[in-house]
Nanobody, 119 residues
Framework: QVQLVESGGGLVQAGGSMTLSCTASGNILNTIAMAWYHQAPGKERELVARINRGGGTDYAESVKGRFTISRNDAKNTVYLRMNNLKADDTAVYYC?????????????WGQGTQVTVSS
């Protein structure tokens, strides 16, 4: 089992910044990647940013140059720094963990944190 605890959401004005945190615990020894997704009302959940075990990152086109994903391995925590926020960034943000538990590939989700950007 893997547990993911997110924090940092809330209300921010357009153009502002916010940092989300996700702390993982449990069977996280064989992590493949951690990622942030978001889901706006009436829309599908979409990848925002991902960081793999080697530190490589990739981003959705809509957030390139504005968002940065990073991690602190000592704290088992992944961060999403969001700058120049836009109204379209309003969504519930979910942390995702992918890895192996034993020989089985698994993925787990956090509970989600609401980000609301006012225009």
């Amino acid at each position: 089992q893997v547990q993911l605890v997110e924090s940092g959401g809330g209300l921010v004005q357009a153009g502002g910044s916010m940092t989300l945190s996700c702390t993982a615990s449990g069977n996280i020894l064989n992590t493949i990647a951690m990622a942030w997704y978001h889901q706006a009302p009436g829309k599908e959940r979409e990848l925002v940013a991902r960081i793999n075990r080697g530190g490589g990152t990739d981003y959705a086109e809509s957030v390139k140059g504005r968002f940065t994903i990073s991690r602190n391995d000592a704290k088992n925590t992944v961060y999403l720094r969001m700058n120049n926020l836009k109204a379209d960034d309003t969504a519930v943000y979910y942390c995702n963990w992918i890895g192996y538990i034993g020989t089985t590939r698994n993925d787990y989700w956090g509970q989600g944190t609401q980000v609301t950007v006012s225009s």
